[in-house]
């Protein structure tokens, strides 16, 4: 559903994705994980079309990004890490506003924005203007707004930050039901744990490259880790089991 083919970004000299191949397939919650600078931000922004490609191609149910953006994006539904709200705007005229972004208005448009409002706790707030509603709040919209078009795939960059415990489980939920009837998730995310638990297929990337990519089956079979956590094949992928060490001698 999701493919990266030979996939870079270049600022001037500095390489920020490098010749990444990637395919999430229909049906898949994928993570992408890395240390901060990796490229994964950069990366996702590439396959929402916000970031034009400096080589490669974004492929999203075969249409390309670039050449062919209007049927691939209204394929897809981004939530970014730090999304963007029109704040004069109700919650339920922010969500008309989107629909109308891919074509989409009038009474199933209603229907499916009193669904996920009521889906995230947001009704009684509807009519109220974006800039009254506190930061978890606008994370449950932006959510909202990434799905009231039914993509067939979603792309989300840290997708927990902001929700209390509640959200988080219900947000999973979500996933794990879009998933379950075809979607495709492909997500960022710095909590390990959360990508380990949800994920079927992780990718770690480092420096703009992907290092290992697959099950934690074949995660810890290719890096010769044992029954290791993802956070320890994170940190050995990367290098960060230094650091880790030296966290305990400070604890000591």
Known sequence: MI????LSKKYGKFTAVDNIDLHVERGELFGFVGPNGAGKTTTLRMI?????????RVLLGGDDVVTNPMSAKARLGFIPDRPFLYEKLTGAEFLRFVAGLYGQDGTVVEKRSNELLDLFELTAWKDQL??????????????????????EAIVVDEPMVGLDPRGARLLKDIFRAFVKKGGTVLMSTHTLEIAEAMCDRVAIIQSGSIVVSGSMAELRE??????????????????????????AVLED
């Open 3 to 6: 493919q990266l083919k030979n």
């Open 48 to 56: 929402a079309g916000i970031l034009r490609p400096t080589s490669g």
């Open 130 to 151: 974006i800039e009254a509603y506190s930061h978890g709040m606008r994370q449950k919209l932006i959510i909202s707004s990434a799905l009231i078009h039914r993509p």
């Open 222 to 247: 290719q890096t010769e880790a044992g029954d290791a956590s993802l956070e320890e094949l994170f940190l050995k992928v990367t290098g960060g089991a230094a650091a880790k060490e030296l966290a």
